[in-house]
């Protein structure tokens, strides 16, 4: 469903009933990377699987698009099918939204998943790559650069080639337009270690053990920053757990969910 939120209208695919179970996609995909989570998930809860601002299905308004803002999107997308409270899934950039959802929403939040996200904010020569590649995009008109970027290393090194072309299938879903205001918007956000000491819900930290993008060593900070938090590990498996284990991340969240 399309929903009419401010200045732009967003998709949302919302499926089952129960308690509200939030999935966030990250970058530079779209809701439909959930698909075996969210089928999974809304046999026993209400799934909302959300393209964020500017990618998938969602509509384009002139970015840069900040964490906040995302975040914002997600309150008002919730205000709008009634759910006062949910469990919140984040998945790298959509680890960010969650965490800045959690910032300014807090009482909103049942319980918190961090997929193969990051608390840190982005190092200055990180931040201006993102820059660089956001400008490089818009010039093109084509997203190719990003996923020559970025899709070799969101799968572990030995993932099947239909995973990748998959992944890609999905990138390919977004615009230029959209993805440079997310990238301008990424580089912008601000650390989150702050706030983790003061968030009291249940959290879950997911891990790849073979993630390229994130080590285990930033795993361990991310769930030892929080006072009620644990952490999963899941072998073999690259930053696309949705992907790559789905059945191993489905038994994790639902473990979150238990709690």
């Known amino acids: 469903m399309h929903l009419a939120v401010d200045d732009v209208k967003l998709f949302a695919d919302v499926r089952g009933e129960g308690e509200a179970v939030v999935l966030l996609h990250g970058f530079p995909l779209t809701h439909r990377i959930w698909e075996s989570s969210a089928s999974s998930l809304a046999r026993d809860y209400c799934v909302v699987a959300p393209d964020l601002r500017g990618m998938g299905a969602s509509g384009l308004t002139a970015g840069p698009y900040l964490m906040e803002r995302l975040a914002g999107d997600l309150a008002a997308m919730l205000d709008a099918l009634g759910i006062e409270r949910a469990t919140i899934v984040g998945h790298s950039l959509g680890g960010y939204v969650a965490l800045a959802f959690a910032r300014m929403y807090d009482a909103r939040v ?23 590649l956001a400008a490089r995009i818009e010039e093109e008109n084509a997203i190719d650069a990003v996923l020559e970027t970025m899709l070799p290393r969101l799968l572990a090194p030995e993932s099947p080639a239909a995973l990748i072309e998959t992944a890609r299938a999905i990138a390919l879903e977004n615009s230029p337009a959209g993805l440079a205001a997310v990238l301008r918007g990424m580089a912008m956000r601000d650390d989150a270690h702050d706030i983790a000491a003061d968030l009291s819900m249940p959290v879950m930290a997911i891990a790849g053990a073979e993630d390229r993008s994130i080590s285990l060593e930033e795993a361990r900070d991310l769930a030892g920053s929080f006072p009620n938090a644990e952490l999963v590990v899941l072998d073999g498996v690259g930053h696309l757990p949705m992907l790559e284990d789905p059945v191993g991340l489905d038994r994790a969240l639902r473990s979150l969910l238990a709690r």
Do not use: K, N, Q, Y
């Open 110 to 132: 049942a319980r918190l998943a961090l997929v193969t996200s990051r608390l840190a904010a982005d190092t200055p020569e990180i931040a201006r790559s993102r820059r660089e």
